[in-house]
């Protein structure tokens, strides 16, 4: 084995708990995140001081993990997410569609782990134009190839905080509230679109909501932004009506000051 990389597994594997080793269905899953490119990735990103503990899964996807890491600074812990999209597994044709017209990036080659790094340049420089706009997104620290370093939400413990699907709010109609009002920031204050905003990737932090996974999210003058768009509103209608949400398509169009342009069956 290559000494830099043999290194950089043994880093890894020291940071990686006795509880995750032990696990098969771990070990199946770790040898398809922690393959040569990785493992050199997040020793590069250790030894840059971004990191010094990988311990345990936040969430586990085809496409991608998020783990929760642990930077320790003057005698203290801090957790962060590590999230690392896997090369085998990714839905390429997915990415292609969601990166070609926009024009931040001019992708010319069909390389799969440079589709990826794009993928993941593209997930940081989105939470960049959401966090730098206010709107209650997990803070991107770093991105590189295809790891993405981001803030954890959660609490002081290490505890994740759960997803609206599977952390319903106490409060429907307020969450709902808060949640448009951060949408509404994310569209005309990022500039953005999310493409996929759901309860799946909405967190409830202590009973309010903070958007995530928004590596598909396009500029508003993408070609498809408002086929998007109108995907986005139906979803968050049809979802928080299952929760109970007292609303309508034209009261979720009005707080995220939409006018009548956006024209939705």
């Not at 203290?76 to 590590?82: D, G, N, Q, Y």
């Not at 390429?92 to 070609?100: D, E, L, R, T």
């Amino acid at each position: 084995m290559d000494p830099k990389i043999a290194k950089a597994d043994e880093k890894i594997q020291k940071i990686i708990s006795e509880k995750r080793r032990k696990s098969v269905e771990d070990k199946r899953v770790g040898s398809e995140i922690f393959d040569k490119q990785t493992l050199e990735t997040l020793y590069k990103l250790a030894n840059q001081g971004y990191m010094d503990v990988l311990n345990g899964a936040i969430s586990t996807g085809k496409e991608a993990n998020v783990l929760k890491g642990l930077k320790y600074k003057n005698g203290k812990e801090k957790f962060i997410a590590v999230k690392i999209y896997r090369i085998a597994t990714s839905d390429f044709k997915k990415m292609q569609y969601y990166i070609q017209g926009d024009p931040r990036f001019n992708i010319k080659s069909n390389n799969k782990r440079q589709l990826i790094n794009n993928w993941v340049n593209k997930e940081f420089r989105n939470l960049t134009r959401g966090f730098d706009a206010e709107v209650s997104v997990p803070k991107p620290i770093v991105a590189l190839n295809n790891v993405l370093l981001l803030e954890f939400i959660g609490d002081d413990e290490g505890n994740p905080a759960q997803t609206v699907r599977n952390q319903k709010p106490e409060d429907v109609d307020d969450f709902l509230d808060k949640l448009l009002f951060e949408t509404k920031k994310f569209i005309h204050d990022a500039n953005l679109i999310h493409g996929d905003l759901s309860t799946f990737n909405i967190l409830n932090k202590d009973e309010n909501p903070v958007i995530i996974d928004v590596s598909q999210s396009v500029v508003r003058d993408h070609p498809i932004a408002n086929e998007l768009l109108v995907r986005d509103i139906k979803n968050i209608f049809n979802e928080f009506k299952k929760l109970g949400a007292s609303t309508s398509i034209k009261e979720i169009k009005e707080k995220l000051d939409l006018g009548n342009d956006l024209d939705i069956d």
